[in-house]
């Protein structure tokens, strides 16, 4: 009997219908996936006999062979065969996702397989993304060119696109899979995206709290709520990871009080109808308030006495519980054991809860464990630089005993080197036996070479250039070399310099470095800038360091400078020499031209865990410069510095420092009215040194004030600020002294991402001891004999000052009937005379040791562009003369 059995199955319509028709894939919709297109069930009729197959012929393949067709398929030639047998080649077909349309006809035994294969994919479309950009996208997604397209990779790549825009916070995102049918069999995948709005948290909710506010506990969390006070926040995004996180924070908060019973019941993320925001419902169970019962040590380790240790537990009996106390407690220990050689120390706190007085009593079992040494050190991940830099900051060596301070001292050694990632720590393995234990240091090493080229504007230094060259870890020897260039209406200068950290691979540092610099003294005259002095330096400076304990180094140096201090000679000059009514007598006595051969050193003490950036330790050093070895200044300098970092928790770090100095002069004075310290040789205080005062602004000054003369027999001196300084300049002073304090502010993770770090500060200093300069005053202008107004005329030969002279009369109206009226001032200066003078009167301020005080904030950005300091400071307290300046900045500059 021969009977024609036809079975069909086509995908096509199903696929044009998700693919073309505008069918959207969103959060929501991905919980209810197409599911795979079933094989129509044939009509049913009697079970006809089985047959056995004759043939099987494949057509309308173009790519794939038929024999790679027919090897999915389970019918074979020879094979009996039924209905249900074709219905599971159907299936089998259909599973391969290789054919859009396929069919199966049987004529007697002659079985026919009849395919359209899927498209190949010719490219992969990504549209409508903006906040995502495709370096992110793409390497997510599955489907590629001269793939075969199925539908399964397509919905699989949507999923795998709206889940990365969950990541990014947008919840309402959808995207839309479009074909476009090429020739040859080809399609383009195209994928619309909508990104939507990002998912807020607008709400949470904490329920079952009674001891605690909600504001209390929200405060703890990393998730806050979307508003104008958290405008700039990165976390109110919801994101599933934080949530956990959140009810971590929740729990040690309250295990942090006390409540050792408390436990979250449930956390909820509920999103909004559109999408756009989340409410996040916290139900929790406090439970009861506990105190610490007794608390014991009990010690296996010969090293470790229990009754000892007991007295320097930090939590005492009928304390508040406090679990934060005990994970510390924990690692204290540990960290004892390691210095007595234990590394893995095995410390147990054993808790005893009663329930009735509510006390939690605890005991910290510390197990026998073996003395541990140092089998080896391992240095993984350094490709430029040499094993020995990395070594020979380690403070254990191999086969000492293994010592946990020598391993955290270690760690801020690498760190402070500014190689390696930040926060590198050191890996502690077991070694071949019990008693060994093997060191790991894994490092990634960052840029150590800058290029820097800058452009910028300061408040302080107008319009700036600067161009750099260093390498701090050159040929990766850990050798500092360094060129740089600087140009500013300030200040200019060149410098080479090099530092060889490690002499012969002994501790010894030594370096050098050659320079010239030119600097341009100035101050302002009601707000114009005028160059008072300028210092052009040439010179050189070698230096040599040793350490002496872990913490304390010894640096000694030389320097050999020749100095050249002058003025602009057409603006203070008067026949051929410095004129003192323009420059005044202290500027007049700082120009010359000097040779300083100096010789100085430093003792530092240094135990902070960062000199980048410290957290935590301290600094104290003590300096003393020498000059009079050779050359034309004689003097000691002597200078102290202190500085203490506190770690106070959550990022918050506060800094307090404090510094001095005096010099004391040898020989005589430069001449016979100036201070035995030169002008160029003293301190000076001001910005950027002490924020809230204008550069140079605290300490001894002249300002020169003008004279009112309008009423000749009673003139005036200008000091209402409305002609401050025909001169204001500074003096500086023998001694100084400064300190500060000063609070860092963590920010969110998207503001510490950008570089940002502000700070709260109140600075404290003053500049003193100097000789009182000799003042110049012209403010008496009336002459006795006739009582008219005179101005002042100098002769152009010996610069002696006198009185100009009485003018022709003058005739208003050129009437013989009326006279001439005569003049009343004095206006022509007499043969020999080339100037008038303009009444002044000199005065001189701020010799004072009175502190000066101000309080501000500031922030620095490491912005794209070069380093940024922006401060707004106010000055509590002030001397008369002082310069006062409540906005500076600087950008493209160190600071």
């Given at each position: 009997?021969?009977s024609?059995?036809?079975?069909?199955f086509?995908?096509r319509?199903?696929?044009?219908?998700?693919?073309m028709?505008?069918?959207?894939?969103?959060?929501?919709?991905?919980?209810?996936q197409?599911?795979?297109?079933?094989?129509?069930?044939p009509a049913?009729?009697a079970?006809?006999?089985?047959?056995?197959?004759?043939?099987?012929?494949?057509?309308g393949?173009q790519?794939?062979?038929?024999?790679?067709?027919?090897?999915?398929?389970?019918l074979?030639?020879?094979?009996?065969y039924?209905?249900a047998?074709?219905?599971?080649a159907?299936?089998?077909?259909?599973?391969?996702?290789?054919?859009k349309?396929?069919?199966?006809t049987?004529?007697?035994?002659?079985?026919?397989?009849?395919?359209?294969?899927?498209?190949?994919?010719?490219?992969?479309?990504?549209?409508?993304?903006?906040?995502?950009?495709?370096d992110?996208?793409?390497?997510?997604?599955?489907?590629?060119?001269?793939?075969?397209?199925?539908?399964?990779?397509?919905?699989?790549?949507?999923?795998?696109?709206?889940?990365?825009?969950?990541?990014?916070?947008r919840?309402a995102?959808?995207?839309?899979?479009?074909?476009?049918s090429?020739?040859?069999?080809?399609?383009?995948?195209?994928f619309?995206?909508?990104?939507?709005?990002?998912?807020?948290?607008?709400?949470?909710?904490i329920?079952?709290n009674?001891?605690?506010s909600?504001?209390?506990?929200?405060?703890e969390?990393?998730?806050?709520?979307?508003g104008?006070?958290?405008?700039?926040?990165?976390?109110?995004?919801?994101?599933?990871?934080?949530l956990?996180?959140?009810?971590?924070?929740?729990?040690?908060?309250?295990?942090?009080?006390g409540y050792?019973?408390?436990?979250?019941?449930?956390?909820?993320?509920?999103?909004t109808?559109?999408?756009?925001?989340?409410?996040i419902?916290?139900?929790?169970?406090?439970?009861?308030?506990?105190?610490?019962?007794?608390?014991?040590?009990?010690?296996?380790?010969?090293?470790?006495?229990?009754?000892?240790?007991?007295?320097l537990?930090?939590?005492?009996?009928?304390?508040?519980?406090?679990?934060?106390?005990?994970?510390?407690?924990?690692?204290?220990?540990?960290?004892?054991?390691?210095?007595f050689?234990?590394?893995f120390?095995?410390?147990?706190?054993?808790?005893?809860?009663d329930?009735?007085?509510?006390?939690?009593?605890?005991?910290?079992n510390?197990?026998?464990s073996?003395?541990?040494?140092?089998?080896?050190?391992?240095?993984?991940?350094?490709?430029l630089?040499h094993?020995?830099?990395?070594?020979?900051?380690?403070?254990?060596?191999?086969?000492?005993?293994?010592?946990?301070?020598?391993?955290?001292?270690t760690e801020?050694?690498?760190n402070s080197?500014?190689?390696?990632?930040?926060?590198?720590?050191?890996e502690?393995?077991?070694?071949?036996?019990?008693?060994?234990?093997?060191?790991?240091?894994?490092?990634?090493?960052?840029?150590?070479?800058?290029?820097?080229?800058?452009?910028g504007?300061?408040?302080?230094e107008?319009?700036?250039?600067?161009?750099?060259?260093?390498?701090?870890?050159?040929?990766?020897l850990?050798?500092?070399?360094?060129?740089?260039?600087?140009?500013?209406?300030?200040?200019?200068s060149?410098?080479?310099?090099?530092?060889?950290?490690?002499?012969?691979?002994?501790?010894?540092?030594?370096?050098g470095?050659?320079?010239?610099?030119?600097l341009?003294?100035?101050?302002?005259i009601?707000?114009?800038?005028r160059?008072?002095?300028?210092?052009?330096?040439?010179?050189?400076?070698?230096?040599?360091?040793?350490?002496?304990t872990?913490?304390?180094?010894?640096?000694?140096?030389?320097?050999?400078?020749?100095d050249?201090?002058?003025?602009?000679?057409?603006?203070?000059?008067?026949?051929?020499?410095?004129?003192p009514?323009?420059a005044?007598?202290?500027?007049?006595d700082?120009?010359?031209?000097?040779?300083?051969?100096?010789?100085?050193?430093?003792?530092?003490?240094?135990?902070?865990?960062?000199?980048?950036?410290?957290?935590?330790?301290?600094?104290?050093?003590?300096?003393?410069?020498?000059?009079?070895?050779?050359?034309?200044?004689?003097?000691?300098?002597?200078?102290?510095?202190?500085?203490?970092?506190?770690n106070?928790g959550?990022?918050?770090?506060?800094?307090?420092?404090?510094?001095?100095?005096?010099?004391?002069?040898?020989?005589?004075?430069?001449?016979?009215?100036?201070?035995k310290?030169?002008?160029?040789?003293?301190f000076?205080?001001g910005?950027?040194?002490?924020?809230?005062?204008?550069?140079?602004?605290?300490?001894?000054r002249?300002?020169?004030?003008g004279?009112?003369?309008?009423?000749?027999?009673n003139?005036?001196?200008?000091?209402?600020g409305?002609?401050?300084?025909?001169?204001?300049?500074?003096?500086?002073?023998?001694?100084?002294?400064?300190g500060?304090?000063?609070?860092?502010?963590p920010?969110?993770?998207?503001?510490?991402?950008?570089?940002?770090?502000?700070?709260?500060?109140?600075?404290?200093?003053?500049?003193?001891?100097?000789?009182?300069?000799?003042?110049?005053?012209?403010?008496?202008?009336?002459?006795?004999?006739?009582?008219?107004?005179?101005?002042?005329?100098?002769?152009?030969?010996t610069?002696?000052?006198?009185?100009?002279?009485?003018?022709?009369?003058?005739d208003?109206?050129?009437?013989?009937?009326t006279?001439?009226?005569?003049?009343?001032?004095y206006?022509?200066?007499?043969d020999?005379?080339?100037?008038?003078?303009?009444?002044?009167?000199e005065?001189?301020?701020g010799?004072?040791?009175?502190?000066?005080?101000?309080?501000g904030?500031?922030?620095?950005?490491n912005?794209?562009f070069?380093?940024?300091?922006?401060?707004?400071?106010?000055?509590?307290?002030?001397?008369?003369?002082?310069?006062?300046?409540?906005?500076?900045?600087?950008?493209?500059?160190?600071?």
């Open positions: 009997m021969n024609v059995a036809s079975h069909k086509s995908a319509t199903q696929l044009s219908a998700f693919l028709a505008g069918t959207m894939l969103s959060a929501p919709v991905m919980a209810q197409v599911a795979p297109p079933t094989v129509p069930a049913p009729e079970a006809p006999a089985a047959t056995t197959v004759q043939s099987i012929t494949v057509v393949n790519r794939l062979e038929a024999q790679t067709i027919l090897s999915y398929l389970r074979r030639v020879g094979q009996p039924d209905r047998t074709l219905d599971q159907l299936k089998d077909l259909a599973a391969t996702e290789l054919f349309d396929f069919q199966i049987d004529n007697a035994g002659a079985l026919q397989i009849q395919v359209t294969e899927n498209p190949v994919i010719n490219r992969v479309i990504l549209e409508g993304n903006k906040r995502l950009k495709e992110k996208i793409r390497p997510e997604i599955k489907l590629a060119p001269r793939q075969i397209f199925t539908r399964s990779k397509v919905r699989a790549d949507v999923a795998r696109i709206i889940e990365l825009y969950k990541r990014q916070g919840f995102a959808t995207v839309e899979p479009k074909m476009v090429l020739d040859q069999n080809r399609v383009d995948v195209v619309e995206i909508n990104e939507g709005p990002k998912s807020k948290v607008r709400q949470i909710n329920i079952g009674e001891k605690f909600d504001g209390d506990l929200k405060d969390m990393a998730t806050k709520e979307s104008l006070l958290t405008i700039l926040s990165s976390n109110t995004s919801y994101d599933p990871d934080r956990a996180y959140d009810q971590q924070k929740l729990r040690l908060f309250y295990l942090q009080n050792a019973d408390f436990r979250v019941i449930s956390a909820v993320a509920e999103l109808s559109n999408k756009q925001d989340f409410i419902t916290y139900v929790v169970e406090e439970g009861e308030r506990y105190k610490f019962g007794d608390v014991d040590v009990k010690s296996e380790l010969r090293d470790f006495q229990p009754e000892m240790l007991k007295k537990l930090p939590m005492k009996k009928d304390d508040w519980y406090d679990a934060k106390l005990v994970e510390d407690t924990v690692e204290s220990l540990s960290e004892t054991a390691g210095l050689g234990y590394a120390a095995d410390i147990n706190p054993e808790f005893r809860r329930p009735e007085t509510r006390t939690m009593q605890i005991t910290f510390v197990a026998e073996p003395r541990t040494y140092v089998e080896r050190i391992d240095v993984n991940g350094n490709t630089t094993d020995k830099v990395v070594r020979r900051e380690f403070r254990l060596n191999e086969g000492d005993a293994f010592n946990s301070f020598g391993i955290k001292r801020n050694r690498l080197l500014g190689y390696f990632q930040e926060n590198l720590e050191i502690r393995k077991e070694g071949s036996a019990p008693d060994r234990i093997v060191l790991e240091t894994n490092v990634e090493e960052k840029p150590t070479g800058e290029l820097s080229l800058s452009a504007f300061s408040s302080i107008n319009f700036l250039l600067q161009a750099s060259i260093r390498q701090r870890n050159f040929r990766g850990g050798q500092q070399l360094q060129a740089s260039v600087n140009y500013s209406s300030y200040s200019k060149i410098e080479l310099g090099f530092t060889e950290p490690y002499l012969f691979d002994r501790n010894i540092s030594v370096g470095s050659i320079y010239r610099r030119d341009n003294s100035f101050n302002f009601n707000n114009d800038r160059t008072t002095f300028e210092q052009v330096t040439t010179g050189f400076q070698l230096n040599a360091g040793v350490p002496l872990e913490f304390m180094s010894f640096f000694a140096r030389y320097s050999l400078n020749y050249d201090v002058t003025l602009d000679r057409g603006l203070y000059y008067f026949g051929g020499e410095c004129d009514f323009v005044g007598r202290y500027l007049c700082a120009i010359g031209k000097r040779t300083t051969s100096l010789v100085g050193y430093t003792l530092a003490y240094d135990d902070r865990d960062n000199r980048l950036r410290p957290t935590r330790g301290q600094s104290l050093s003590l300096s003393q410069d020498f000059a009079g070895l050779g050359g034309s200044v004689k003097y000691v300098r002597t200078r102290a510095n202190a500085s203490k970092h506190f106070l959550s990022r918050f770090i506060l800094n307090l420092s404090a510094e001095g100095g005096y010099i004391y002069p040898f020989g005589g004075r430069p001449t016979p009215t100036s201070d310290v030169r002008l160029t040789d003293r000076f205080l910005e950027p040194q002490m924020r809230g005062f204008d550069i140079r602004g605290v300490g001894p002249v300002i020169r004030y004279v009112d003369n309008t009423d000749p027999a003139p005036k001196v200008i000091t209402d409305s002609d401050r300084g025909q001169i204001d300049d500074a003096l500086g002073g023998r001694a100084y002294y400064q500060r304090l000063e609070l860092d502010i920010l969110g993770t998207g503001a510490k991402e950008l570089g940002l770090r502000p700070s709260i500060f109140l600075d404290v200093g003053s500049v003193f001891s100097v000789k009182r300069p000799t003042l110049t005053t012209l403010a008496t202008f009336t002459d006795p004999a006739d009582g008219l107004t005179k101005n002042l005329c100098r002769n152009s030969t610069g002696s000052v006198s009185f100009g002279t009485l003018g022709a009369p003058i208003h109206d050129n009437n013989p009937a006279p001439p009226v005569p003049q009343t001032a206006t022509n200066c007499p020999g005379t080339t100037s008038n003078l303009s009444p002044f009167e005065r001189f301020f010799d004072t040791w009175m502190p000066r005080v101000s309080i904030a500031g922030v620095n950005w912005s794209p070069g380093p940024f300091r922006i401060d707004f400071a106010y000055a509590l307290r002030k001397e008369e003369g002082d310069d006062t300046k409540r906005f500076s900045f600087n950008v493209g500059t160190q600071f």
